[in-house]
């Protein structure tokens, strides 16, 4: 059983170096154990510190023109009364064009959020207060 000898010779040199590590150690002034430790914690992976360079940036950034807000995140909540009044502008809209109007044409020309188009269209449809004919985007409605 060579194989249980080495084993344990290292097993028992092992714990020599450790608990000769942990007199070290024991022994040593906190000052000594933080300056080998390299003093600041060190950071790990990731994004790297911000240099000097991002102050410059973002005064470059803050000069520079601002391009148009858009609305990001979810629509705000809408009452039954606003989509009701969505709808009668839809309907105003739509009865003017005798070709009718697609989704697209009617969001451009009454200046919705592209969120809010379907379900004032659908309420539309359910009150029979529109109609429809096509299909996905090529769908026309009708007044």
Not at 128 to 133: F, G, I, M, N, R
């Amino acid at each position: 059983m060579p194989n249980n000898s080495l084993r344990s010779a290292l097993d028992s040199l092992a714990s020599n170096f450790a608990s000769a590590v942990l007199d070290a150690i024991k022994g040593a002034s906190l000052q000594d154990l933080h300056a080998e430790s390299g003093g600041a914690p060190r950071r790990g992976p990731g994004r790297p510190r911000g240099s000097s360079t991002k102050t410059t940036a973002t005064a470059a950034r803050a000069s520079a023109p601002t391009p148009k807000k858009t609305k990001g995140g979810r629509l705000a909540r809408r009452s039954p009364a606003d989509i009701a009044r969505a709808l009668d502008a839809v309907v105003i809209l739509v009865r003017k064009s005798k070709k009718g109007l697609r989704s697209e044409e009617i969001r451009k020309a009454l200046k919705l959020d592209v969120r809010e188009v379907p379900r004032v269209l659908k309420e539309g449809l359910s009150k029979k207060k529109l109609k429809s004919k096509g299909q996905k985007r090529a769908t026309t409605y009708f007044a």
